[in-house]
């Protein structure tokens, strides 16, 4: 798993695609390896991050945006699409102002590019 750091764009399948400032893709190591050393991704090591990320721990009912006892914020794929910050959706920092918790933004800023 690999957290874009600056916006790219890359051509899969023929189809030009654009990979957004804090979309989180998982790409295999070899494909990576030129991203990463171009600066443009990096790794997603923390385990609770990767979870929070990838809705790993949520239960199939939650479909809403939430933020953990560990102040991670969590985005279930069953979400609506608008939260979806991966796919052009709102950023983190405005999901995290819907929840009340502005406390987290700063923890966020680099990911949504706020």
């Known amino acids: 798993m690999y ?5 790219f764009k890359v051509k899969v399948k023929g189809e030009v695609m654009v990979m957004v400032v804090g979309s989180v893709i998982d790409l295999p190591d070899e494909a990576a390896k030129m991203f ?4 443009k991704i990096e790794p997603v090591d923390n385990l609770a ?11 199939p009912d939650e479909v809403l945006p939430y933020v953990t006892g560990f102040n991670s914020l969590v985005i279930p794929f069953a979400s609506p699409a608008r939260y979806h910050y991966w796919q052009g ?11 009340g ?7 966020y800023r680099h990911v949504s590019g706020n």
């Open 36 to 39: 990463l050393e171009q600066g």
């Open 49 to 59: 991050e990767r979870m929070a990320i990838m809705g790993e721990n949520t239960h």
């Open 89 to 99: 959706g709102q950023s983190p920092c405005d999901t995290l102002k819907e929840l």
């Open 101 to 107: 918790r502005c406390d987290l933004l700063d923890k």
């Open 3 to 7: 957290k874009v750091k600056r916006e």
